[in-house]
Protein backbone atom coordinates (compact mmCIF):
# COMPACT_ATOMS: atom_id res chain seq x y z
CA UNK A 1 0.00 0.00 0.00
CA UNK A 2 1.60 3.07 -1.03
CA UNK A 3 -0.66 6.09 0.19
CA UNK A 4 -0.08 9.84 0.60
CA UNK A 5 -1.37 10.30 4.44
CA UNK A 6 -2.61 13.59 3.84
CA UNK A 7 -5.05 12.62 1.82
CA UNK A 8 -6.07 9.63 3.41
CA UNK A 9 -8.69 10.70 6.54
CA UNK A 10 -10.42 12.93 4.50
CA UNK A 11 -13.46 10.29 3.35
CA UNK A 12 -16.31 9.68 5.38
CA UNK A 13 -16.09 6.91 7.52
CA UNK A 14 -18.97 4.94 8.55
CA UNK A 15 -20.25 2.19 10.78
CA UNK A 16 -21.90 -0.83 9.93
CA UNK A 17 -22.63 -4.33 11.37
CA UNK A 18 -19.54 -5.92 11.11
CA UNK A 19 -17.42 -2.98 12.77
CA UNK A 20 -14.98 -4.22 14.98
CA UNK A 21 -14.99 -2.25 18.62
CA UNK A 22 -11.40 -1.78 20.20
CA UNK A 23 -11.01 0.92 22.96
CA UNK A 24 -8.63 2.74 25.94
CA UNK A 25 -9.34 2.67 29.28
CA UNK A 26 -8.12 5.01 31.96
CA UNK A 27 -8.40 7.76 34.67
CA UNK A 28 -8.03 10.03 32.90
CA UNK A 29 -7.99 9.67 29.24
CA UNK A 30 -8.04 12.87 27.43
CA UNK A 31 -4.66 13.62 27.17
CA UNK A 32 -3.79 10.15 25.26
CA UNK A 33 -1.93 10.08 21.75
CA UNK A 34 -3.47 6.46 21.14
CA UNK A 35 -7.12 7.21 20.90
CA UNK A 36 -6.01 9.88 18.10
CA UNK A 37 -3.53 7.84 16.57
CA UNK A 38 -5.38 4.59 16.05
CA UNK A 39 -8.67 5.49 14.22
CA UNK A 40 -6.14 7.00 11.46
CA UNK A 41 -3.74 3.44 11.70
CA UNK A 42 -7.28 1.75 10.88
CA UNK A 43 -8.47 4.34 7.97
CA UNK A 44 -4.94 4.04 6.75
CA UNK A 45 -5.21 -0.15 6.42
CA UNK A 46 -8.77 0.19 5.16
CA UNK A 47 -9.67 -1.69 8.39
CA UNK A 48 -13.29 -1.49 9.57
CA UNK A 49 -12.80 -1.10 13.13
CA UNK A 50 -13.15 1.93 15.89
CA UNK A 51 -11.19 3.21 18.66
CA UNK A 52 -13.19 4.34 21.75
CA UNK A 53 -11.80 6.65 24.41
CA UNK A 54 -13.28 5.25 28.33
CA UNK A 55 -12.61 7.88 30.83
CA UNK A 56 -13.27 6.02 34.36
CA UNK A 57 -11.92 4.95 37.83
CA UNK A 58 -11.66 1.47 39.21
CA UNK A 59 -15.21 0.98 39.53
CA UNK A 60 -15.38 0.87 35.54
CA UNK A 61 -12.57 -1.79 34.78
CA UNK A 62 -14.52 -4.69 36.08
CA UNK A 63 -17.74 -3.34 34.74
CA UNK A 64 -16.13 -2.96 31.17
CA UNK A 65 -14.43 -6.10 30.99
CA UNK A 66 -17.32 -8.27 32.04
CA UNK A 67 -18.93 -6.75 28.85
CA UNK A 68 -16.11 -7.50 26.68
CA UNK A 69 -16.00 -10.94 27.47
CA UNK A 70 -19.82 -11.00 26.80
CA UNK A 71 -20.19 -8.97 23.69
CA UNK A 72 -18.61 -10.52 20.30
CA UNK A 73 -17.89 -7.64 17.88
CA UNK A 74 -15.64 -6.02 20.63
CA UNK A 75 -12.32 -7.09 19.84
CA UNK A 76 -10.27 -5.52 22.64
CA UNK A 77 -8.60 -2.58 25.25
CA UNK A 78 -5.70 -1.21 25.65
CA UNK A 79 -5.41 -0.36 29.42
CA UNK A 80 -3.39 2.73 30.95
CA UNK A 81 -2.94 4.39 34.11
CA UNK A 82 -4.03 3.78 36.45
CA UNK A 83 -5.94 0.26 35.74
CA UNK A 84 -2.69 -2.25 34.46
CA UNK A 85 -2.30 -3.72 37.86
CA UNK A 86 -5.65 -4.30 38.42
CA UNK A 87 -6.77 -5.26 35.30
CA UNK A 88 -4.29 -8.39 35.24
CA UNK A 89 -6.10 -9.60 38.21
CA UNK A 90 -9.19 -9.64 36.53
CA UNK A 91 -7.94 -11.68 33.19
CA UNK A 92 -9.00 -15.57 32.82
CA UNK A 93 -5.22 -16.06 31.00
CA UNK A 94 -2.21 -13.33 30.89
CA UNK A 95 1.17 -14.08 29.01
CA UNK A 96 4.59 -14.69 30.97
CA UNK A 97 5.60 -11.13 29.78
CA UNK A 98 2.89 -9.51 31.47
CA UNK A 99 3.36 -11.77 34.68
CA UNK A 100 7.01 -10.79 35.02
CA UNK A 101 5.58 -7.21 34.47
CA UNK A 102 2.69 -7.22 37.56
CA UNK A 103 0.23 -5.51 34.87
CA UNK A 104 -1.35 -6.08 31.57
CA UNK A 105 -1.88 -3.14 29.35
CA UNK A 106 -3.50 -5.23 26.06
CA UNK A 107 -6.82 -7.17 26.60
CA UNK A 108 -8.38 -9.11 24.19
CA UNK A 109 -11.28 -11.65 23.69
CA UNK A 110 -10.81 -15.55 22.55
CA UNK A 111 -13.51 -17.16 20.36
CA UNK A 112 -14.62 -18.83 24.29
CA UNK A 113 -15.30 -15.85 25.76
CA UNK A 114 -12.12 -15.68 28.14
CA UNK A 115 -10.10 -12.49 28.58
CA UNK A 116 -6.34 -12.94 27.77
CA UNK A 117 -3.63 -10.15 28.54
CA UNK A 118 -0.29 -8.99 27.69
CA UNK A 119 1.91 -5.74 28.66
CA UNK A 120 3.94 -4.69 25.54
CA UNK A 121 4.61 -1.08 27.17
CA UNK A 122 8.07 -1.94 28.80
CA UNK A 123 8.62 -3.53 24.85
CA UNK A 124 7.77 -0.70 23.24
CA UNK A 125 10.18 1.24 25.75
CA UNK A 126 12.74 -0.92 24.91
CA UNK A 127 12.63 -1.14 20.84
CA UNK A 128 12.83 2.51 20.96
CA UNK A 129 15.74 2.73 22.49
CA UNK A 130 17.43 0.19 20.43
CA UNK A 131 15.78 1.98 17.47
CA UNK A 132 18.07 4.53 18.36
CA UNK A 133 21.26 3.04 18.53
CA UNK A 134 21.45 2.38 22.19
CA UNK A 135 22.45 -1.39 22.72
CA UNK A 136 20.98 -2.76 25.96
CA UNK A 137 22.46 -6.35 25.74
CA UNK A 138 24.87 -6.83 28.09
CA UNK A 139 23.88 -2.66 29.99
CA UNK A 140 23.62 -1.29 33.05
CA UNK A 141 20.50 -0.21 33.06
CA UNK A 142 18.97 2.34 36.54
CA UNK A 143 15.48 2.33 36.38
CA UNK A 144 13.70 5.21 38.48
CA UNK A 145 9.80 4.40 39.59
CA UNK A 146 7.99 0.92 39.76
CA UNK A 147 4.10 1.98 38.97
CA UNK A 148 2.82 0.00 35.76
CA UNK A 149 4.55 1.38 33.46
CA UNK A 150 8.07 0.75 35.45
CA UNK A 151 7.72 -2.75 36.12
CA UNK A 152 6.70 -3.54 32.75
CA UNK A 153 10.03 -1.78 31.42
CA UNK A 154 11.90 -3.74 34.15
CA UNK A 155 10.65 -6.64 32.45
CA UNK A 156 11.73 -5.79 29.16
CA UNK A 157 14.87 -5.42 30.08
CA UNK A 158 15.23 -7.83 31.66
CA UNK A 159 14.20 -9.98 28.74
CA UNK A 160 16.65 -7.60 26.28
CA UNK A 161 19.51 -9.19 27.96
CA UNK A 162 20.57 -6.00 30.06
CA UNK A 163 24.29 -6.97 32.26
CA UNK A 164 22.56 -5.43 35.59
CA UNK A 165 19.43 -3.82 36.49
CA UNK A 166 19.38 -1.17 38.94
CA UNK A 167 16.07 0.19 40.60
CA UNK A 168 14.78 2.75 42.80
CA UNK A 169 11.32 3.15 44.25
CA UNK A 170 9.79 4.99 47.13
CA UNK A 171 7.12 2.72 47.91
CA UNK A 172 8.57 -0.02 49.57
CA UNK A 173 5.73 -3.00 48.57
CA UNK A 174 6.32 -1.93 44.93
CA UNK A 175 10.54 -2.73 44.80
CA UNK A 176 9.99 -5.79 46.89
CA UNK A 177 6.82 -7.11 44.65
CA UNK A 178 9.59 -6.11 41.35
CA UNK A 179 12.55 -7.93 42.52
CA UNK A 180 10.28 -10.95 43.19
CA UNK A 181 8.98 -11.03 39.83
CA UNK A 182 11.82 -10.44 38.29
CA UNK A 183 13.55 -12.81 40.12
CA UNK A 184 11.56 -15.62 39.43
CA UNK A 185 10.95 -14.97 35.69
CA UNK A 186 14.45 -13.85 34.85
CA UNK A 187 16.98 -15.26 37.24
CA UNK A 188 19.83 -14.94 35.09
CA UNK A 189 19.30 -11.14 35.39
CA UNK A 190 21.30 -9.62 38.71
CA UNK A 191 18.79 -7.04 40.04
CA UNK A 192 19.38 -4.83 43.12
CA UNK A 193 17.56 -1.79 45.15
CA UNK A 194 19.94 1.45 45.19
CA UNK A 195 18.74 4.74 46.95
CA UNK A 196 21.32 7.34 45.41
CA UNK A 197 22.27 7.50 41.70
CA UNK A 198 24.57 4.50 40.91
CA UNK A 199 28.04 4.87 39.19
CA UNK A 200 28.55 2.60 36.25
CA UNK A 201 25.60 2.92 34.14
CA UNK A 202 24.83 2.96 30.46
CA UNK A 203 20.79 4.32 30.67
CA UNK A 204 19.01 5.89 33.37
CA UNK A 205 15.14 5.84 32.73
CA UNK A 206 12.73 8.11 34.68
CA UNK A 207 9.41 6.01 34.88
CA UNK A 208 7.65 7.99 37.64
CA UNK A 209 4.95 10.89 36.50
CA UNK A 210 7.59 13.64 37.75
CA UNK A 211 7.38 15.81 34.94
CA UNK A 212 4.08 16.37 33.76
CA UNK A 213 3.42 19.22 35.48
CA UNK A 214 5.93 22.44 35.07
CA UNK A 215 6.46 22.87 38.76
CA UNK A 216 7.49 18.77 39.53
CA UNK A 217 10.68 18.19 41.00
CA UNK A 218 13.02 16.26 38.78
CA UNK A 219 13.20 12.63 39.54
CA UNK A 220 16.79 12.55 39.48
CA UNK A 221 19.68 14.96 38.88
CA UNK A 222 20.86 13.59 35.57
CA UNK A 223 24.45 15.70 35.72
CA UNK A 224 25.31 13.42 39.09
CA UNK A 225 25.92 10.95 36.20
CA UNK A 226 28.68 10.07 33.85
CA UNK A 227 28.21 12.08 30.67
CA UNK A 228 28.00 9.39 28.46
CA UNK A 229 24.44 8.07 30.26
CA UNK A 230 21.27 8.07 28.31
CA UNK A 231 18.88 10.37 30.30
CA UNK A 232 15.59 8.96 28.93
CA UNK A 233 12.07 9.78 30.70
CA UNK A 234 8.99 7.50 29.70
CA UNK A 235 6.69 11.18 29.80
CA UNK A 236 5.41 11.42 26.49
CA UNK A 237 3.66 15.05 26.83
CA UNK A 238 5.69 17.36 27.22
CA UNK A 239 7.52 15.84 24.49
CA UNK A 240 10.77 17.18 25.81
CA UNK A 241 10.16 17.06 30.23
CA UNK A 242 12.37 19.16 32.41
CA UNK A 243 14.40 16.22 33.37
CA UNK A 244 15.49 16.09 29.79
CA UNK A 245 15.76 19.67 29.15
CA UNK A 246 18.15 19.42 31.88
CA UNK A 247 20.24 16.93 30.56
CA UNK A 248 20.39 18.25 27.06
CA UNK A 249 21.60 21.33 27.95
CA UNK A 250 24.18 20.24 29.91
CA UNK A 251 25.53 18.00 26.94
CA UNK A 252 23.87 14.50 27.81
CA UNK A 253 22.31 12.15 25.54
CA UNK A 254 18.56 12.11 25.71
CA UNK A 255 15.49 9.72 25.00
CA UNK A 256 11.73 10.98 24.61
CA UNK A 257 9.31 9.29 26.00
CA UNK A 258 7.01 8.86 22.67
CA UNK A 259 9.32 6.52 21.20
CA UNK A 260 7.47 4.27 23.84
CA UNK A 261 4.17 4.32 21.91
CA UNK A 262 5.79 4.77 18.63
CA UNK A 263 7.07 1.36 19.32
CA UNK A 264 4.25 -0.63 20.55
CA UNK A 265 1.62 0.12 18.19
CA UNK A 266 3.24 -2.98 15.56
CA UNK A 267 3.12 -4.86 18.92
CA UNK A 268 -0.48 -3.63 19.55
CA UNK A 269 -1.91 -4.21 16.32
CA UNK A 270 -0.33 -7.88 16.18
CA UNK A 271 -2.01 -8.60 19.75
CA UNK A 272 -5.26 -7.94 18.12
CA UNK A 273 -4.29 -9.67 14.66
CA UNK A 274 -4.80 -6.67 13.32
CA UNK A 275 -3.39 -6.80 9.25
CA UNK A 276 -1.19 -3.31 8.89
CA UNK A 277 1.48 -5.07 7.07
CA UNK A 278 1.60 -2.90 4.30
CA UNK A 279 2.38 0.12 6.50
CA UNK A 280 5.25 1.40 7.86
CA UNK A 281 3.05 1.89 11.12
CA UNK A 282 5.92 3.60 12.96
CA UNK A 283 6.35 6.30 10.91
CA UNK A 284 2.86 6.75 10.42
CA UNK A 285 2.65 6.86 14.82
CA UNK A 286 5.41 9.43 14.63
CA UNK A 287 3.16 11.47 12.58
CA UNK A 288 0.50 11.88 14.32
CA UNK A 289 0.16 13.48 17.28
CA UNK A 290 2.59 15.90 17.20
Avoid at 90 to 111: D, F, K, Q
Wanted: charged share 20%; aromatic share 4%; net charge neutral.
Amino acid sequence: MNAQLPGLFTGQFSIDGATRLYGTIGDPIRQLRLTAMMPQVFAAAGINAVWLPFDGGAELLPLLLDGLGKLRNFAGLTVTTPHEAAALRLLGRATRRAEAAGSANLVRREHDGILVGDNVEGAGFVRGLEAHGYRLRGASVWVVGLGAVGGAIAAALCEAGVGRLLLTEIQRARIDATIDRLSRHHPDVPVAEVTTPPKGIHVAINATTLGLRPEDPLSFDPLVLSTDVVVADVIMSPAETPLLHHARTHGRRIHHGRHMLDHQVPLILDWFDIDAKDLDVVALARSIGR
